[in-house]
């Protein structure tokens, strides 16, 4: 999750990056806690499921599930590199079991 903040220059909109079919996390001044796609971002308010809205000063934080290319790239090599390497120690014991 990545958390957005508000955009502070009038040219850039409101909630950034932010668009309708994003999963987000709202946290309210209560506490409240919510996760939910997103159906709208209407003027200053994220709609949510069942026409719910969250206006700007109902927001304290905003987070974003976003994608993250380098942690996905070295998930994989990390993942491969473990394959790999599982693989060798199996052909290694194999190798040393046939010698005896």
Not at 79 to 87: H, S, V
Request: hydrophobic fraction near 40%.
């Amino acid at each position: 999750m990545k958390t957005i903040h508000p955009a502070t220059t009038p040219n850039q909109p409101l909630y950034g990056p932010l668009k309708a079919g994003d999963t987000v996390v709202v946290q309210t001044p209560d506490g409240h806690r919510s996760r939910f796609e997103v159906q709208a971002i209407d003027g200053n308010a994220i709609v949510g499921p069942e026409g719910k809205r969250y206006e700007r000063g109902d927001v304290v934080r905003l987070q974003r599930r976003a994608f993250s290319g380098p942690r996905t790239i070295g998930l994989v090599a990390g993942l491969t590199a473990g394959a790999l390497l599982m693989l060798g120690i199996a052909a290694a014991s194999a190798a040393s079991a046939a010698l005896n």
